[in-house]
């Protein structure tokens, strides 16, 4: 076989492979279409109690970390800056409208080891557990910059009913 001909089937195999990464991806998009995100200011008088920079992984369904939606603001990994109030939780991923999850619809906090491609140190990612405006349960994914992941979940467990309180696990 010439250099050309090799050169010519790695080109058709990269282009037929990205061509199937677009579609897939299109088909996700697509089935999480209905899939929506709170999108909101934190609301007037509520007092922030902390913020913190972090890196934002991934949403996935709940329970089930290699599974990543793709809802609007949320598909894709960032920056992140984590704003705890006593309303809930604000989230402002570079380039995005900014989130707000009241107190009521976060689920559960934990700290966690793996989401999606990401594998850190034993619970050195935070799980955010919360409910979707349509009720759907999904589990987002942290990793604090400039502190300890054990350090923002309980940041965020502090303003959950005792009965919202998370689990390390």
Same mark, same amino acid.
């Given at each position: ?5 090799? =050169? ?35 609301? +007037?008088? /509520? ?7 972090? =890196? ?13 939606? /793709? ?15 006593? /309303?809930?939780? +604000? ?5 995005? +409208?900014?989130?707000? =999850? ?25 799980? =955010? ?41």
């Amino acid at each position: 076989m010439t250099r050309e001909g090799a =050169l010519a089937i790695i080109v058709a195999v990269t282009v037929v492979l990205l061509g199937v990464l677009v579609w897939a991806w299109r088909r996700r998009s697509r089935r999480d279409a209905r899939l929506n995100a709170p999108v909101g200011e934190i609301p +007037a008088g /509520a007092a922030t109690r902390s913020a913190w920079p972090a =890196l934002y992984v991934a949403t996935t369904r709940h329970g089930d970390p290699l599974e990543r939606l /793709a809802i609007d603001g949320l598909g894709f990994r960032s920056r992140c800056d984590v704003t705890v109030t006593d /309303a809930g939780v +604000a989230l402002d991923l570079t380039g995005q +409208a900014r989130l707000f =999850l009241a107190a009521d619809r976060i689920q559960d906090v934990a700290q966690a080891t793996v989401a999606i491609d990401r594998v850190v140190e034993r619970h050195g990612l935070v799980r =955010l557990s919360w409910r979707l405006e349509d009720g759907t349960v999904v589990d987002s994914y942290f990793r604090p910059q400039d502190a300890s992941a054990r350090a923002l979940a309980d940041a965020v467990a502090a303003i959950l009913p005792p009965t919202q309180t998370g689990t390390r696990a």
